[in-house]
């Protein structure tokens, strides 16, 4: 469910029946895997695959804000690092947003692409002083920010605006860049990576059948498992987001969001025959609250939403790192990965393609340090004990204490077989079993009670009520075989 994909991209649905060798494998079709084949579009010999459909990972489930004016980011940055990275992330959002305006413009795509003003407004009067900081810094490096009144009927102290933001749909601009791409390169949908060996001087990846042999590999999708040397899990952690859909009469033309956690997000969308609120919240590290009916009904009071209008109700998760800079580049010879884009994916899913795209063509970028994806510094030991204890109450606390809200929704857990099941009884009464052990790193699922989905509160897998793997980073499934 996502309001992006009311119409399916149209593909060629190519699916690997045989092993290849490719100059460059792409794993990931969203916004990064796609927009870095769109760079490399002009190269012998790439080829994209994802585990699903194109654009059906995060992407699908993201507001799509073009922004730079993220919160209170550079303020953070300025803390976890310094005031030159700042500027530096700054300038690389800005060259982000026109990369994708060029792409847009050159290519013609038609994504419902939008300049719009763009709100940051302190939700509770503690803000204030934290959004003053972000807009002096906004002003000293010569950014036209202006304070506006937020034109939203919630909560709010103080709010700014500048102008030079967009928005678009995502889906439909992944359908342009694959008409692009289509003649030159193959995307294999419905194909999923599931092992990675390095060789002397290039890379074996399989598929459950086949075997895909790679000079260069891009590791574009979003959580990847098969990456443990790069100590992602104690690198960072997962944030979870309530999204509502909810019909509307006016286009109200701006992007908002406050400065503090919880975030309260919207933006509008119209496609032609309906106008659309986007409204987020609750965002929360997933270790910590499982009540997905609770935050929903929060995100409702909150945008003040008529029950009437509501459409679409779905959560999204993206990764956050301690110093909130993607990584993004060089993992080992030949192997690129984007990732942690802390919910800004859109500009830094562009700035990631760019920037992997201009290293496999031996060309430098200037902002290819600042992301290194192997970086450990003061704020990885800072936030190190912070990390270390979500994966441990995520892992250790569903085992031991089940959440009382799964009992009221039939869903109950046995022994079968010496192993531990989780069962959803429908409303017709038909048993769903699965096993309740997410296969990436072993932790007990939690279930999703809007979406039916059992989520891993660790590392952001999920999985349909009858265990096939729906996001990873696992890459099996939890299907009960008797
Ligand atoms: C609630 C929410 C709202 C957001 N809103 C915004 C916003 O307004 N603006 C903004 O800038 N950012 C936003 N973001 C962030 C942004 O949506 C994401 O960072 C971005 O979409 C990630 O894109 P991606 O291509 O890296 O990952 P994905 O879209 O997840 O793509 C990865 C792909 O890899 C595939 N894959 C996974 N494993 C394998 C495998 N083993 N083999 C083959 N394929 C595999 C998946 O099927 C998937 O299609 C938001 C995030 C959240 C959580």
């Not at 769109?38 to 993201?62: E, F, Q, R």
Request: aromatic share 12%.
């Amino acid at each position: 469910m996502s309001i992006w994909n009311k119409k399916e991209i149209k593909t060629k649905k190519q699916i690997l029946k045989h092993d290849i060798e490719v100059d460059t494998l792409i794993i990931g079709a969203g916004m990064t895997g796609m927009t870095t084949a769109y760079y490399l579009k002009d190269k012998k010999n790439v080829c994209v695959v994802d585990a699903s459909k194109i654009g059906h990972g995060v992407t699908l489930n993201t507001t799509a804000k073009i922004n730079y004016f993220q919160e209170k980011i550079y303020t953070k940055i300025m803390k976890s690092r310094d005031k030159n990275t700042a500027i530096k992330y700054l300038k690389s959002q800005r060259y982000a947003i026109n990369l994708i305006k060029n792409i847009i413009k050159k290519e013609n795509i038609e994504c419902d692409f939008k300049r719009v003003p763009s709100y940051v407004f302190a939700s509770t009067s503690n803000e204030i002083e934290d959004l003053k900081k972000e807009v002096n810094f906004l002003l000293e490096q010569k950014i036209k920010v202006k304070e506006k009144k937020l034109p939203l009927n919630i909560k709010s102290y103080e709010s700014y605006c500048v102008n030079d933001t967009y928005i678009f749909n995502p889906i439909k601009y992944l359908q342009g860049i694959y008409d692009i791409i289509k003649n030159n390169i193959p995307v294999y949908e419905n194909t999923k990576i599931v092992k990675i060996d390095k060789l002397w001087t290039h890379y074996n990846c399989y598929t459950n059948d086949h075997k895909i042999k790679a000079k260069n590999v891009v590791i574009a999708c979003h959580y990847p498992y098969f990456t443990i040397p790069f100590y992602l899990p104690i690198k960072s952690y997962i944030e979870k987001s309530y999204i509502i859909i909810s019909k509307t009469d006016n286009d109200l033309g701006f992007t908002c969001i406050n400065t503090s956690s919880p975030t309260y997000s919207c933006r509008f969308y119209d496609d032609g025959n309906n106008i659309y609120q986007i409204s987020l919240s609750e965002n929360h590290n997933t270790a910590f609250k499982q009540n997905d009916e609770y935050h929903f009904k929060k995100v409702k009071e909150t945008f003040n939403l008529k029950g009437s209008d509501i459409l679409m109700k779905y959560t999204n998760v993206d990764i956050m790192t301690p110093d909130n800079l993607p990584f993004i580049g060089k993992l080992k010879p030949n192997m690129y990965i984007a990732s942690g884009y802390n919910t800004w994916g859109m500009t830094n899913s562009i700035l990631a393609s760019r920037i992997i795209s201009d290293i496999i063509q031996n060309k430098q970028n200037r902002y290819q340090d600042m992301f290194d994806p192997t970086r450990f510094n003061i704020s990885n030991i800072k936030q190190l004990p912070y990390i270390l204890f979500s994966q441990t109450k995520s892992f250790i606390g569903p085992k031991i204490n089940k959440n009382k809200y799964w009992y009221n929704d039939n869903v109950y857990f046995e022994k079968k077989d010496g192993k531990n099941v989780a069962i959803y009884k429908d409303k017709k009464g038909i048993e769903h079993i699965v096993y309740n052990k997410c296969p990436h790193l072993g932790c007990s699922l939690i279930f999703n009670k809007i979406e039916k989905t059992w989520d891993c509160p660790c590392h952001s897998s999920r999985f349909n009520l009858d265990g096939k793997c729906i996001k990873g980073p696992s890459i099996y499934d939890i299907t009960y075989k008797k």
